[in-house]
């Protein structure tokens, strides 16, 4: 199994503020739709929260991490822990799952059966989990958000070394692969 991160930041790195992405890029969301569907993605309850009627994420077994044992919108319980991973919707014959984790671990051996996994957010659980991440899969966007809060960890050269570098005029696409080789 692969763990990537999949974020867009600011130069200041800057992920959030106020609970919605500061910018709008269409072309970057077509990326993260074409990078993450039919694989796990991994993601705080804020992020999950802050998606709205988005949430989950179609065509993709979405684990989210939370202190609580039960997912809810609307007064509408969506998800119980005790449920495991809930089939929530096919479409296209594509599956939709759901499932809480309350840790890292926990959701990690949700997604034992993928391939790929990607973990779509907040800041924390990035920060948490850049030991474990085998690549980064960025968007730099091309401008400093002053009243961020939320933020992408600081990426070290030294960790991380550039594969793929795709230039935009309101962004780049970077890529990143760990330069040390674990087993």
């Known amino acids: 199994m692969k763990i990537y991160h ?10 959030g503020r106020k609970g919605k992405i500061p910018w709008q890029i269409r072309e970057d969301l077509r990326r993260f739709k074409e ?5 796990a993605v991994i993601m705080g ?19 989210i991490l939370t202190s609580s044992s039960s ?17 929530v919707s096919r479409t296209k014959g594509h599956l939709t799952e759901l499932a809480i984790a309350n840790e890292i671990g926990e959701a990690i051996s949700l997604c034992e059966d993928a391939n790929e ?35 992408y960890p600081e990426i070290d050269d030294d960790t991380w070394a550039a594969s793929c570098v795709e230039p935009h ?4 696409y970077i890529d990143y692969v760990r330069r040390d080789v674990r087993g």
Request: a negative charge.
């Open 71 to 87: 997912l809810t919108r609307d007064g509408f319980t969506l998800c119980n822990k005790r449920d495991g991973i809930k089939n």
């Open 35 to 39: 990078i993450t569907v039919g694989h």
């Open 169 to 172: 005029e309101t962004h780049t």
């Open 117 to 151: 996994v990607y973990i779509i957010g907040g800041g924390g659980i990035y920060e948490e989990t850049l030991d474990i991440t085998d690549e980064l899969r960025l968007t730099l966007v091309h401008k400093e958000v002053k009243d961020g809060d939320t933020f």
């Open 45 to 63: 309850r804020l992020t999950f929260e802050s998606m709205g009627k988005y949430a989950p994420l179609p065509n993709r077994r979405n684990i």
């Open 6 to 15: 999949v974020a867009a930041l600011s130069e200041n790195h800057v992920i």
